[in-house]
C-alpha cells in the first residue's frame, strides 16, 4: 500500500495513445517503474450554439490536449502503490 507521499507523482511519459486520451508514464526514481494506462485530465469549455432553433443554448465541449512522449509530467495516483491516477498537466 502505498504512502500518502507517493500518491503525486513526477515522471516522463512512454506513450501516448491520443484516441483514448490517455498515456503511460515511467517514473526514473521508483526504479523505472512504469503505470499502467493514465486517463490525461481535459479542460472543458463552454461554446454558444445560435443556430439551434433561434435559442442560445450551451453545452460542455472539452479542449484536448495530449502529452508528447518523453515529456514530463505531473501525476496524481489513487491510493494504492500502482493503483489507477490521472496525469494532469506537462511540466516545462
Same mark, same amino acid.
Given at each position: 500500500?502505498? #504512502?500518502?507521499?507517493?500518491?503525486?507523482?513526477?515522471?516522463?511519459?512512454?506513450?501516448?495513445?491520443?484516441?483514448?486520451?490517455?498515456a503511460?508514464?515511467?517514473? *526514473?526514481?521508483m526504479?523505472? +517503474?512504469?503505470?499502467?494506462?493514465? *486517463?490525461?485530465?481535459?479542460? *472543458?469549455?463552454?461554446e454558444?450554439?445560435?443556430? +439551434?432553433?433561434?435559442?442560445?443554448? /450551451?453545452? /460542455?465541449?472539452?479542449?484536448?490536449?495530449?502529452?508528447?512522449?518523453?515529456?514530463?509530467?505531473?501525476?496524481? +495516483? #489513487?491510493?494504492?502503490?500502482?493503483?489507477?491516477?490521472?496525469?494532469?498537466?506537462?511540466?516545462?
Amino acid at each position: 500500500m502505498a #504512502e500518502p507521499k507517493n500518491m503525486i507523482r513526477v515522471g516522463k511519459v512512454s506513450a501516448v495513445d491520443a484516441n483514448a486520451k490517455k498515456a503511460r508514464v515511467y517514473y *526514473p526514481g521508483m526504479k523505472n +517503474m512504469v503505470s499502467d494506462w493514465l *486517463p490525461v485530465i481535459q479542460w *472543458p469549455t463552454m461554446e454558444t450554439d445560435w443556430a +439551434m432553433t433561434g435559442a442560445n443554448r /450551451h453545452w /460542455h465541449k472539452y479542449w484536448g490536449w495530449m502529452p508528447n512522449v518523453n515529456d514530463k509530467v505531473l501525476v496524481i +495516483m #489513487e491510493y494504492g502503490f500502482n493503483s489507477g491516477g490521472y496525469i494532469l498537466g506537462v511540466i516545462t
